[in-house]
């Protein structure tokens, strides 16, 4: 079974499953995010989600101390 690499359009909509339910700023291009992670599969994006929603909560936390 061939899997073709996700392009930009997939990208963004992949993208926008992964965050749903999660807190953006306003300013979060996600359409930018997916033109910037050309050659990313999905798996690639979770990835990158769960990164940052954990350096995120790390400086959330760090500003509260």
């Given at each position: 079974?061939?899997?073709?690499?996700?392009?930009?359009?997939?990208?963004?909509e992949?993208?926008?499953?992964?965050?749903?339910?999660?807190?953006?700023?306003?300013?979060?291009?996600?359409?930018?995010?997916?033109?910037r992670?050309?050659?990313m599969?999905?798996?690639?994006?979770?990835?990158?989600?769960?990164?940052?929603?954990?350096?995120?909560?790390?400086?959330?936390?760090?500003?509260?101390?």
């Amino acid at each position: 079974v061939h899997c073709p690499m996700p392009d930009v359009r997939d990208r963004a909509e992949i993208l926008e499953v992964l965050l749903s339910g999660m807190d953006l700023e306003d300013d979060v291009d996600l359409d930018l995010v997916a033109e910037r992670c050309h050659g990313m599969t999905g798996a690639d994006l979770r990835g990158l989600v769960y990164s940052a929603s954990l350096a995120a909560r790390q400086r959330a936390s760090q500003r509260r101390e």
